[in-house]
């Protein structure tokens, strides 16, 4: 298959498709029959305009909800359209209607199409309420029109599907990047509009000590153009070893501060969000919510919990990352591994996966006075070693280069990958996923945006 | 300050079910939870006094979040013998407390409510 273009963020309303009903969609309508359905979305503020947030999707049955239309071509039956908006209407989600083109890299809506949604959107967009539109795709391509209710209409900048390589589809393929002689060498692999994608991306480093101050490093020395530092702690003269270009002068300030500081020297044009607070304060959230990735290098359930109901209901792909030294009381120590888990919308999550404890979250959630008396194992420091964090730190941030610019080789590669470096092991872990999750399914909070309320 | 969730205030409703009767007090902690305190909860004739409050966080967490741990004000047994394992003594919310470790395992977040808990607690407490 021809390698698809990289398309950097672009501005203005977007809608992002989890990776599991992207391939139901795409299964569905780019298969050799010409068939239909419809999107349910939530609705988020997102980093550059307003972000359509896929929940669910609703296929037409070929023959019953998908027949020859009145005006020539095949359309969506007059029922299966009432049901879907009145659906949309009920649960305040966006209606869009969805089928493909034939082509490759360029789609775009036909005469008939357009004519169809003028008869037929401003009285749809009067029953929902909601916004309301069309997509149209190709394998490589989406071009979208949408109809607010206010009345304005909208065109669609861009499809987004968080998967193994991160998926920005446009009406045509972006035009050529413009070259930045800073990053040649590295612009030399990822292209040219693959810099040009770092430069426009919003990301998130959540938890800013041993694993964090790596990742915030080699984040902004790659040229990603702005990142929300997340952290409340201040620096111990015992984080000193771990934490990179940090000195003595630093301990006592706060781990924000010396992360800023290391950015602008890496990168002084990287744009910096430094928020001092604990990930679930709602400061914290709001910012994490416009982001177009997150790192998660904090310890604790609570930040697992937040960051994971992030992934979820905004849509906001995730990579997990921790370093785990089993050690005995007696100094036995037992197999080390550092993970690189990620966290995708919609495909399994951290709950799905036990990696958060009900009751741990619970203890995490108490103000800082209490929460040491409330444990229910008392809490001795973990050992942490500079070269195991950036072991999985590099993993990390090379997955995630990798995955913008569009460089895995398997599109459906969303493995975890566990390194165990005592017996040099490095193993692939599927993502599982509960049915009934309440935060990873269409029945749970998937994709309800600010509809589903933040803090969450 | 935010406002709790839905899930919160439902929650803190089936508190005043469960407990009717009695004087609920329900402060925002903050960050999106509350705290409550149930007065006047019975827990037997095995304590001095036998009649205390029950105090715990909903936080922002929940119904993902267990509720733990849980806060009676300070008893003494009336066999003079000391608490168990998975009680002692703390401060909660600036006042004297015991603190009561009782988590839930294979805990079911539609099913666990903070109401049943708590009555779970007082049960428990007066069962000792
Ligand atoms: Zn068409
Ligand atoms: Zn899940």
Known sequence: MARRPVNPPATGWSLTIPPKIWDRLSDHVLGSAARGAVLLAGLADGPRGPRLLARELILADEGRDYIPGEFGHRALAPTFVRDAVIRARDEGLAYIAAHAHLGLDHVGFSEIDLASHERGYPSLSQISGQVVGALVITDHAAAGDLWLPDGRREELAETIIPTGNLLRLRSQPAEEGRPDSLHDRQARLLGDLGQETLRRLRVAVVGLGGVGSILVEELARLGVGELVLIDDETVEETNLPRLVASGREDIGRLKTEVAARNARRANPDVRLIEIARRVERPESLEELVRCDWIFLAADGDAARHWVNGTVQQYLVPATQVGVKVPLTPQGDVGQIHTATRLVLPGSGCLWCSRLIDPTRLAVDMHPAGERDAAQYVPGVPAPSVITLNTLAAGEAVNHFVFAVVGLHDEENDHASVIHRPRTRQRDLQEPRQDPTCRWCTSTGRLGLGRKGSTPF | ?128
């Open chain 2, 1 to 128: 300050m935010t406002s709790p969730t839905p899930a919160i205030a439902e929650a803190v409703e089936a508190v005043r079910a469960q407990f009717a009767g009695h004087p609920v007090e329900v402060v925002p902690d903050g960050s999106g939870g509350v705290y409550v305190v149930v007065e006047q909860v019975e827990i037997g004739a095995a304590y001095v006094p036998s009649m205390t409050w029950l105090g715990f966080q909903i936080s922002a967490a929940y119904p993902d979040a267990d509720i733990y741990p849980h806060y009676v004000g300070p008893l003494t047994r009336t066999d003079g013998g000391a608490h168990g394992q998975a009680i002692q003594s703390v401060t909660w919310q600036d006042k004297p407390a015991l603190q009561i470790s009782r988590r839930s395992n294979r805990r079911d977040p539609n099913i666990d409510s903070a109401a049943l808990k708590a009555e779970r607690i007082r049960k428990w407490l007066a069962d000792q």
